[in-house]
């Protein structure tokens, strides 16, 4: 069974940085397009970022852009997301998909795998 396995969510005072990372098992995750979504209590799963398989395009929701990076090292089979000047606002879980198609999409239904998330919680 594929898994995605997210990690690096802690908590962070505003204004802080974190970096999450994820990896996958029994998945070559370097052959997908892979995204970050987050979902706080009682809200949907949003869309974060996105990346295309080969690192060469990358897609941001505007409440992030300018603020998270994604990345990837197809060498190590990871997928990053670099967080910085974080607000209390991006206090949610976060998880990590990928897309068999390579469509580098903010939509959830277009991810076929999904890990089980890493919290983070930023403070006033």
């Known amino acids: ?3 995605l396995v997210e990690s690096g969510g802690g908590l962070v005072q505003a204004g802080g940085s974190l970096r999450l990372s994820c990896t996958a098992s029994k ?10 979504f987050r979902q706080a209590p ?3 799963r949003d869309f974060v970022a ?3 398989w080969m690192g060469d395009d990358t897609y941001y929701s505007d ?4 603020r998270f990076t994604i990345s990837r090292d197809n ?16 206090t949610a879980v976060y998880y990590c998909a990928a897309d068999e198609l390579n469509r580098v999409s903010g939509t959830t239904r277009e991810y076929d795998y999904w890990g089980q998330g ?3 919680t930023v403070s006033s």
Do not use: C, F, H
């Open 75 to 90: 060498a190590k089979n990871m997928v990053y997301l670099q967080m910085n000047n974080l607000k209390p606002e991006d």
């Open 42 to 44: 009682g809200k949907e």
């Open 63 to 66: 409440s992030v852009k300018d």
């Open 1 to 3: 069974q594929v898994q």
């Open 27 to 36: 998945l070559t995750i370097r052959s997908y397009a892979s995204g970050w």
């Open 118 to 120: 890493t919290q983070v």
């Open 50 to 52: 996105a990346i295309s």
